[in-house]
């Protein structure tokens, strides 16, 4: 198959290891990587607005020390395989899954922020190591994690804060929280993955990871949609009644079965799966093509969560980096009288 040749027109790093405080910054010509980058511990990597990253098969960012992207809405930081060329003649390289490596946050690794940044088509997008629970471990704001053939976005005993993020079609979870703490607001998770029927959960939450005893100190999903194909696509689940095992669900639409009301559950809309007159599922959203594997999670006009928000708990931005309104929407994107 041929391949896109790369010349002058990029700039070609192979293993790249940051050792101090680096800049990149290069919104007019894309950076093809090889090998990967690896961000000593001591270090901060930042990447600027509009910088697009292109991974080869073997390459990922490998985080000890900090990584903080600044994209903005009008222009993110993208990270992507380095495949120009098609698989098929409808289906680009670039929405395949398992095309690099994705992002790994080790346990020395600390006050990560992504912000702004659509990373895509990797095997797992975003891993958090275990790490001191008294620190944040990754903000990721206002950015995509799409199309893993591993995890979308999987945490174990750390602290996550994530806002107004679309995280969506995953072979395993699209969000696996393994212990420790996280925050999602203002999030569309989305478990659309085309490749295999097998896929995991939209949402997966527990207090233990094999053997291991790890406490979930809290879980709160708030103004956030949780949806997919399957019927049940939430999940959590506890090892025992001694180690700590906090969520709560808040003015959420979550596709799974409904539970009785408690206190940790509050106001949430059920997608019925059981009566196909219901908006639910993909219907929440403007386009779900599995055959052609188009996806736009923007909301679709009869989607549930147009006005839904609690507006005491919202976001004034949404992931597009628009005002939100005095009725804001559930998840990440604010629909707009134009769409």
């Given amino acids: 198959v041929a391949r896109t040749a790369w010349s002058g027109d990029a700039t070609l790093l192979n293993n790249l290891r940051v050792s101090n405080d680096t800049v990149m910054d290069s919104p007019d010509k894309p950076v093809v990587i090889y090998g990967g980058i690896t961000v000593d511990s001591l270090a901060t990597l930042t990447v600027t607005a509009g910088t697009t990253l292109y991974f080869h098969g073997n390459a990922g960012i490998d985080v000890y020390g900090r990584l903080q992207t600044n994209g903005t809405g009008e222009r993110n930081v993208v990270m992507r395989g380095d495949r120009t060329d098609r698989m098929f003649d409808y289906l680009p390289y670039d929405m395949v899954s398992g095309q690099w490596k994705g992002i790994r946050f080790h346990s020395s690794s600390y006050e990560n922020s992504i912000n702004y940044t659509d990373i895509h088509s990797t095997f797992d997008g975003v891993v958090c190591d275990s790490s001191d629970v008294s620190r944040v471990k990754l903000q990721l704001y206002n950015s995509t994690v799409h199309n893993c053939q591993g995890y979308g976005v999987k945490a174990e005993n750390c602290v996550l804060d994530i806002r107004n993020s679309q995280i969506s079609n995953a072979l395993n979870d699209c969000v696996a929280i393994f212990g420790g703490a996280a925050l999602l607001q203002h999030c569309t998770i989305a478990q659309f993955y085309p490749f295999d029927a097998s896929r995991?959960?939209?949402?997966?939450?527990?207090?233990?990871?094999?053997?291991?005893?790890?406490?979930?100190?809290?879980?709160?999903?708030?103004?956030s949609i949780v949806t997919g194909y399957?019927?049940?696509?939430?999940?959590?689940?506890?090892?025992?009644?001694?180690?700590?095992?906090?969520?709560?669900?808040?003015?959420?639409?979550?596709?799974?079965?409904?539970?009785?009301?408690?206190?940790?559950?509050?106001?949430?809309?059920?997608?019925?799966?059981?009566?196909?007159?219901?908006?639910?599922?993909?219907?929440?959203?403007?386009?779900?093509?599995?055959?052609?594997?188009?996806?736009?999670?923007?909301?679709?006009?009869?989607?549930?969560?147009?006005?839904?928000?609690?507006?005491?708990?919202?976001?004034?931005?949404?992931?597009?980096?628009?005002?939100?309104?005095?009725?804001p929407d559930i998840g990440c994107y604010e629909r707009r009288n134009e769409e």
């Fill in 200 to 223: 995991g959960a939209a949402l997966r939450y527990t207090n233990f990871r094999d053997d291991v005893s790890l406490p979930l100190y809290q879980m709160d999903c708030i103004n």
């Fill in 230 to 327: 399957a019927d049940d696509v939430v999940f959590g689940s506890s090892n025992d009644s001694t180690t700590v095992f906090m969520y709560k669900f808040v003015n959420s639409i979550l596709r799974t079965p409904e539970i009785e009301a408690s206190d940790y559950v509050v106001n949430v809309t059920w997608e019925d799966v059981s009566d196909t007159s219901t908006v639910s599922g993909y219907k929440n959203f403007k386009l779900v093509d599995i055959d052609q594997q188009r996806y736009d999670f923007h909301l679709d006009s009869v989607s549930l969560a147009i006005d839904r928000a609690e507006p005491t708990l919202s976001l004034p931005e949404d992931r597009d980096g628009l005002l939100r309104d005095e009725r």
